[in-house]
């Protein structure tokens, strides 16, 4: 056992060959972290089979918030340039930067997690993406909850629930996409409310519902106030 999840992933990225096999790192008990988590590749995990060979940073799944990453700062949680996706599951994010970040490429499952105060809820940049596949909670205000840019991606799974509770403020947008950016939104239900606006789509940005992207489905997200399209000039 480690005293620092941190130290855990950079021991497996330095000592590991998962040889196509799963591999859980498992954060137990009561646990707070004010340092940033980076995701590294880990020798051995095949990046496109996902359903046999993955790694999973997993906090407490039962009571969201017993494991919490606090960072002032810097984003809570980054991969950047990994070519080996990470599931991240059971943990609280708050940051004054971004709560969960996916850069150049790499990719993101997120799993039962919770929300707090972040500037960014979760960012999807350069290649990066973030797929949201399981329940989560949104318990805390930010800038926005969901904002790709630059050919990041993020994706919300059909037929899951976001709750959010305590009617968070969300000062820019819930959902942001710009220069290129794609948010697929299809299937997913809210249970709770913000306030602020629903969403914001600027240069070449997308939010798509299942293929369609129908302005009345758009008006469905969380917030009191409807959206705006800017194209880019020309």
Known sequence: AWADHNYGIRWLRDNVDANWKKLKLKISGLYTSTAKTSL???VGID??????SELVLEGDTTTLGNVLFNVTGDNAIEAVNNITAWRVQGIEFRSTAVGVLADFGSTIYLGKNKFGACAIHAQALYGGK???VDYYTISGAA???VFASKSGQILMVSGKTVTIS???ALSTAFAVAQDGGLLTLQGTTYSGSATGTRWLIDDYGVIEFGGSTNGAELNTLPG???GSFTPLPI
């Open 40 to 42: 590294y590749p880990i």
């Open 47 to 52: 990046p496109g089979g996902w359903a046999t």
């Open 130 to 132: 973030i797929e949201c």
């Open 166 to 168: 305590g009617t968070p």
């Open 224 to 226: 009191n106030a409807n």
């Open 143 to 145: 800038g926005t909850h």
